[in-house]
């Protein structure tokens, strides 16, 4: 027993102080008497070097009542172990990177492996980053793929939120979606503009069941207006038909923003009007041919055969032509049928067959009486 009323040392000059250097299996204990102390070992002078090793027993650094461990370098401190490294937390939090040094913090930087946090079975709320000036998150993968996953939409709320000025989507191939997405969803406008960088590939939207239902249909709901804007054409495009279904009974084609044409319904009748002043509204051939013109100032033009068994009108019929000549012609024979007077009131005289208001060139049938104003 070596007990000292003051300091007691134990030095050496010239070689290495050994305590416990022997083979015998017994312990060494330094400091573990009931009293407060503060057991220092080493110094922090040069290359001075502290080792703490053991063999299958393990080495256990324990503090109990409010009192902290801490483990302080000025250069890296290195945790290595061959087995589990396991960082656990009985009654408080696990902070890593609490302090205000701004450096980053590595997890999983080297090697293939499995990074797993929050896992277990427990209710765990897992917060990663901040809202701080340009604080920035960025989840990266190879092939494998990112997956987000809200148990399968059990939890009766909104399962995965993004919240954010912008949504982007970079150098994707193909952005599935399973599941409803919702218009609460979308609390913003999504323009492609808010895509970095934008759209440079087809951009497609579709269902992949058929039920023969609306279940399948993609809808576009919206309590304003609903506006598909393109730099270049858009192409409607199916395999059945297409409907335009309007309940303020009105279909608008605009050009540049300006209106042109309207169909609309009238009490069951179906309207269709130009909308432009002092213009026309004219049908063409393939090759560009007008066939019908039907004028601003109530006059039309007609430029195809009309094919009818049974040609009927209970007003004036108008038949006039801009050259002067008018033509009627029938491979099977014309009748002219009139309850009133036939009248040809053209005033031109007569000199010979070929000449006159009226020219027959064939012979002339009267069932009736013939009445000639001057001589024959």
Do not use: W
């Not at 913090?105 to 897992?126: H, K, L, V, Y």
């Not at 912008?166 to 599941?179: I, L, P, Q, R």
């Amino acid at each position: 027993l070596v007990d000292a009323d003051g300091v007691l040392e134990l030095n050496s000059s010239a070689g290495a102080i050994g305590i416990g250097t022997d083979a015998d299996a017994q312990n060494i204990d330094i400091g573990i008497g009931a009293a407060a102390r503060t057991i220092t070992v080493g110094n922090i002078t040069g290359a001075t070097a502290v080792n703490v090793n053991s063999g299958l027993g393990g080495t256990a650094i324990v503090s109990t009542g409010t009192g902290d461990i801490t483990v302080d370098s000025d250069d890296t401190f290195l945790v290595d172990a061959d087995d589990v490294l396991e960082l656990n937390s009985s009654a408080g939090a696990i902070s890593i990177g609490n302090d205000d040094i701004d450096q980053a913090i590595n997890i999983g930087t080297q090697g293939e492996r499995t990074i797993s946090i929050g896992t277990g079975a427990f209710a765990d709320a897992i917060n990663i980053g901040n809202q701080t000036t340009t604080t920035s998150v960025t989840v990266t993968s190879g092939t494998g793929g990112i997956e987000l996953n809200a148990n399968d939409g059990s939890a009766g709320t909104d399962d995965v939120v993004i919240t954010g000025n912008n949504f982007s989507v970079t150098d994707a191939g193909v952005m599935a979606v399973e599941g409803a997405i919702t218009a609460a969803s979308f609390s913003g406008t999504m323009v492609t503009s808010s895509l970095s960088p934008a759209i440079n590939e087809a951009l497609t939207i579709s269902t992949t069941t058929n039920d023969g239902n609306a279940n399948d249909h993609i809808t576009f709901n919206s309590v304003d207006n609903v506006a598909i804007n393109a730099e270049g054409d858009i192409l409607l495009d199916a395999d059945g038909d297409i409907v335009l279904d309007a309940a303020g009974n009105n279909i608008t084609m605009k050009v540049s923003g300006t209106d042109r044409l309207d169909i609309f319904n009238d009490n069951g009748d179906v309207v269709i009007q130009s909308k432009t002043n002092l213009k026309d509204i004219v049908f063409k051939q393939f090759n560009g041919t007008e066939v019908l013109s039907l004028n601003h100032d109530l006059s039309g033009t007609f430029a195809a055969a009309l094919n009818t068994a049974t040609f009927d009108a209970t007003g004036t019929v108008d038949l006039s032509s801009s050259s002067g000549v008018t033509t009627i012609g029938s491979t099977t024979g014309l009748t002219v049928s009139a309850a009133g007077v036939l009248d040809v009131n053209n005033t031109t005289d007569a000199s010979s067959s070929t000449d006159g208001s009226m020219i027959i060139d064939g012979g002339v049938g009267i069932a009736k009486k013939l009445y000639v104003g001057t001589n024959l």
